[in-house]
């Protein structure tokens, strides 16, 4: 009996220890220590004994039943303190590392443009308008002077739409000038910005590109009002107070005079070559770009939108935005605005 309860005590150490969890541990404690477990087995068979080894059986049972109890205590105690040292090995962490930055998008280089263009206009004191990209012929052409026969309609591919008669996608930003004059009163001080769609597409046009457009009416509005808002939107388009604006004459239906605006070329500084003698290609040498048309509101089209050309007076400027974006930031092709490929979005 002596030998026996001694091998079932040194079975459950061994089993004890092999015990990897609390629930491992309740296992074994249950079947060595528990109502059925192995010593109860051997207590209930102490009845049939004789008295004397009844008392040093059943001492000695009892004894290591509580040596045993506190076996399973202490086990427990080394299992918790074990998942402690591992959790310290496997989820530490060093508070002093940097977090990572999580990636956030940003505005499209040409949203970010139209952004500054409105401020910089803002600061002059011009408010921003709207209009339809689908727009009638109407405003289009006829209201700016192009009447249907007129030639300059071949100037700029039309799309047409064919379910809506009389519709187009507006090839110009200019029949907003026609809206706003149409609501509003002089002094009108207004620029707009949009989508705008003709049948063209190669390095430097897309069928789908963006204007500026600029009006300005009142009473004594000259072309010397022209040029000063031409030169200051530039200098600061560009961040140069260097640069400088010229006109040269054109034409354009809703104009008169008309003029296609050059500014120093911001890319050579107006001298034809960068710094290292490399001809700049931007300018073809000559140092001026052509930026943009303008000119003063014909007198018909302050008609058009009742307004007397004997009172009022205002000039219109509009250019593509695009390729302002293109020679602010030297890109050489207008399609990867819209190819939307990240390497090249992320840049901005
Ligand atoms: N709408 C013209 C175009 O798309 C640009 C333009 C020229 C706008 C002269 C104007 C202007 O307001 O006065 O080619």
Redesign the pocket.
Known sequence: MHTKIESLKHQMLVDLKLAKSETEVKDVEVRYLGRSGVFNDILKGLKDLPDEQKRTIGKLANETKEELEADIVKRNAEIANEMLGSLADSEWMDVTVPGAVPTAGHRHPITHFMDDIEAIFAKMGFAVADGPEVELEHYNFNMLNIPEDHPARDMQDTFYLKDLKKHVLRT?T?PV?IRTMEKQDPPIRIVTMGKTFRKDSDATHSPMFH?L?GLMVGKGVSMANLKAVMAHAFQQIFEDPTIKTRFRVSF?P??EP?MEVDCTCPICRGNGKLPDGVPCRLCKQCGWLEVA???MVHPQVLKNVGYDPEKVSGF???FGLDRMVMIKHHINHLRLFYENDLRFIQQF
């Open positions: 110009q200019s000038q204007q457009e354009f809703f104009v008309g048309g303008a000119g219109a400027f509009g």
